[in-house]
C-alpha cells in the first residue's frame, strides 16, 4: 500500500480533495479508466478545467493515467486514496475488529456519497 510518508504529503492530498469536482473525479474513478473528456461532461465543467483537477490529483498520487495510443484514460489509485483515509482515522489492527469496505470509509469522509455505490457507467 502506498504510504502517506510527511505532512507535507498529507496537507498536498487533502488540498487536492477539498474540491468538489476533484473529490467527483475519485468516485467517477475508483473502478475503471476514464477519459478526460468523459469526466468533463459527466461534471458539466470545461475540458481544460477537468484536466487542471486531474493535474492536481496526479500530481499527488490521487489519479493515475493509462496511455495507450492516443487516448488518455485516468483512474484513482485507491492504495493512495486509502493512505490519506488511513492518515486521518487509522484503522485498529485487532483480531477481532471486523476490515471496514473501502466504499464505507470513503463515505465516512464524504468521498464517496451513499448513492454513489455503482458509480457510473460509460
Given at each position: 500500500m502506498t504510504r502517506v510518508d510527511t505532512s507535507d504529503d498529507l496537507d498536498n492530498a487533502l488540498r487536492a480533495l477539498s474540491h468538489a469536482?476533484?473529490?467527483a473525479i475519485i468516485r467517477l474513478t475508483a473502478q475503471r479508466h476514464v477519459p478526460a473528456?468523459?469526466?468533463a461532461q459527466h461534471?458539466?465543467?470545461a475540458p481544460a478545467t477537468a484536466s487542471e483537477h486531474l493535474r492536481v490529483l496526479r500530481k499527488t498520487g490521487?489519479?493515475?493515467l493509462s496511455a495507450a495510443g492516443t487516448w488518455r484514460r485516468y483512474r484513482a489509485d485507491l492504495s493512495r486514496v486509502e493512505?490519506?483515509?488511513?492518515a486521518?482515522?487509522?484503522?485498529?489492527?485487532?483480531?477481532?475488529h471486523k476490515e471496514q469496505p473501502m466504499t464505507a470509509r470513503l463515505a465516512h469522509f464524504e468521498i464517496l456519497g451513499p448513492d454513489d455505490q455503482s458509480l457510473i457507467t460509460f
Open positions: 469536482s476533484r473529490r473528456t468523459d469526466l461534471l458539466g465543467i490521487l489519479v493515475e493512505a490519506v483515509l488511513d486521518l482515522h487509522p484503522r485498529p489492527h485487532s483480531a477481532t
